[in-house]
């Protein structure tokens, strides 16, 4: 009820309550009763909503730390990649592949901050409305066609790091058709193609990598699925195409990570191509 219409409601039965007793009426207990429980019930629909924004704020909080921590992670990792360029031999993959878990986790805790955001701002516009909303309405439910866009995507990196790529295939797919211009779309679509790697289907693998270059040019994936697209073309014996997409990918993103392991294995191939040459002039 309106607070404007309480008030003069109750001014009403503070004027009746001042008459003799013999004239108070049975109608007049009852709005005084009916005034009375709606009082209790906005105090209590406060405070339901006092405790939920303290719930959200700390949430919130948690998130912020976790993110900067992540963040201070994923610089130290690039800093002691670059440091020790000359002695990384077959520690990049690893490295890397820690690296992009870090950049995972980054990309996850803030879609998390976002939806937390977006429940704060909710929160703050049902207090607006309170006087005004009829208990027990709960607008929008039965609408999703889908489970929501995190659980779709934890679900298939899950599975993913499990091994279970059959299952993880499809949740990335789904995740794809119903969530396709979502920051992690673009993610999504780059397990599509370590999927198809792992299980040497490097062709597939090339076409998933392209799709990200192409629809997602500007995500946190770009670099790594142009270097595996190199990777995938060297294993293909495609070597001159490979070496120029992991050249492409050096001029764009220098100071990467990626950058990193395409100069590393760039010098590999160099120096399987070298190597028959060297045996020859040696016997």
Known sequence: MNKK??????????????????????EIVQLQTQVQALQDQMARMQQSFDERMGVMKNLIEQTTDNMNKVTGAVNNLQKTLSQQNSDIGGKVDQVSTQVQALHDSLDETRARLNKLSTQLDQFAQQQQNLPSQTPGVQPGVGALQAPPPDVLYNNGLRDYNAGKYDIATQEFSDYLKFYPNTDLAGNA???????????GNFQGAIQAYDAVLQQYPGGN????????????????GQREAGVRELNSLIARYPRSVEATQARERLRQVSTKKTSPSHRTTAQ
């Open 221 to 236: 994936k770009a670099a790594a699925a142009q270097l595996k697209k190199g990777y995938a073309l060297i294993e293909l």
């Open 189 to 199: 679509q780059f397990y599509q193609g370590e999927i198809a790697y792992r299980q």
């Open 5 to 26: 219409r309480l008030l003069p409601l109750l001014a009403l039965v503070g004027l009746w309550s001042a008459l003799p007793a013999f004239g108070v009426s049975k």
